[in-house]
């Protein structure tokens, strides 16, 4: 029975590729493909056209309505994320003090806004005071807790004083927002926080051109510190997922494609398998860079989600391998942990728990929900073992994955209902604790472990997730100690029992581990990624001439 469903389901999602059937959000055959493929005119070496599945909505990066990918192009960090660790970037170099309470950093000096404007040390103060009188919004981020002054030594010097150690410190320094710079005559009445005049930053393109829910215009920094970058021009096009992206993509009217901020799928796999069979497109993929989970909400008391047991059956009655290979052709790998191994302090000797039916079934019966001869619902007390599972409606994936665990659940006697909603919906519910389950996916590479876990106390993130179960304020006092120690070793072990207790309490319910998929013409070179999964190096791309 198992397998047939999925072999419908996985039928479904071949023909919408070939038919435009089923869902509706993928379309064209390879034949097709390779018609429209002729009829593509020939990319111009200066212009990269990109689909976003959302308008970028503010270019503020002091707030969190905008994108990560077109904030990242137009604004830059005193260092960077790299896969080597953290770099310079608008610092050039730094001194840490011994107490871990202060850090000064020496700003390089050719720099400017795309205004004309300097930076320097006063611009460094203006954006963090300005950030900082902003605290509540900012509150997700912890070094916004322990930052208690920025002073301007010099001109291009500036020291920033914490309340107390803080290592994660340069980590969120690097990050694509709050902490980047704007130039200070884009503030309003000295303040950032209800909007901007204009969006000058340090980096590689300028915003030239903003039609809401149609495009966004960027032009190459001719005068960037970096250099001028080969492609002159960037267009990001605002494109429904699936299909339109699709036809879009054959008909040249894009001709790059990437996963957007909320790891929204622009096409399936299939769809991509397709484009590159025509020979005018490659396929680029990141290494891991996240883990994609099902969030379990341990506060619910009304629902069965609260219970320990029913969770953990959640996690075993699912099987990770099939979601890998049938719906993402092997793209993503199963994941078994919160955190891939990559992931630094992530590397920990968990208990085992994979794809087990049966101790599934034993662990739902042995915390008393029984399955009555004849029915499909397990019960106890008189409730049924029912729960809803949100998605993102514009993930094709999401969806083809709810319907298969929705599958894999009812073969354990437990019913899930399936809601799909806007992405901005669903993070509402996160952030109310307004859910039993939903979809999300940890912060990456750049982020983690320290930004996600600390998120497990943040009432805007998985306070809701975290609170309900037996060891919380054991868990909320090592993630509070764990930030503020000076020692590795001491860091390593609190990471652990950290790690231990949620993979204990299956709140975070792993599936696959995601990362960047970029589908882009076969003449792009230089294509990358950066540590985040939320930004593309572009500066660093060029066609073959």
Known sequence: ???????????????????????????????????????????????????????????????????????????????????????????????????????????????????GEPFNAEAVKLNIDAVQRNAKKHAWIKLSTKLTDVLVIDTHTVELVLSEPYYPTLNELSFTRPYVFVSPRNFIDGETKDGLNGYSGTGPYKLVEHKVDQQAVFEANEAYWGGSPAIKKITGKVLPAGETTFLALQKGEVNFVFTDDRGTDSIDVDAMTNLTDAGDYQIVRSKPMNTKMIVANSSQTNSPVHERAVRQAIWQAIDRETISKQIFSGTEPAAYTLFSSNVKYADVDLPQRGYDPEAARKLLEEAGWKLANGQEVRTKNGSKLTMKLYYDANSSSQKTQAEFIQHELKEIGMRLELVGEESTSVAKRRSAGDYELLFNQTWGLAYDPQSTIAAFTSESSYLHTTKGIARADELYDKIADVTVSMDETTRKSLYADILNIVHEEAVFIPLTNGGVTIVAPQSLQGIGFKQTQYELPFEKMNFNP
């Open 1 to 115: 029975m198992r397998k047939s469903w999925f072999t419908l389901i996985a039928g479904c999602m071949v023909l919408a590729v070939m038919l435009g059937g089923c869902s509706g959000t993928q379309a064209g055959s390879k034949e097709a493909t390779n018609e429209a493929a002729h009829e593509t005119p020939q990319e111009s070496p200066q212009e990269l056209v990109y689909a976003a599945a959302k308008d970028l909505i503010d270019m503020n990066p002091h707030v969190y309505a905008g994108s990560n990918s077109a904030q990242g192009m137009v604004y830059e960090s005193l260092v960077e994320h790299t896969e080597e660790g953290i770099k310079p970037l608008l610092a050039e170099s730094w001194e840490i003090s011994g107490d871990g309470k202060s850090y000064t950093f020496h700003l390089r000096k050719d720099v400017n806004f795309h205004d």
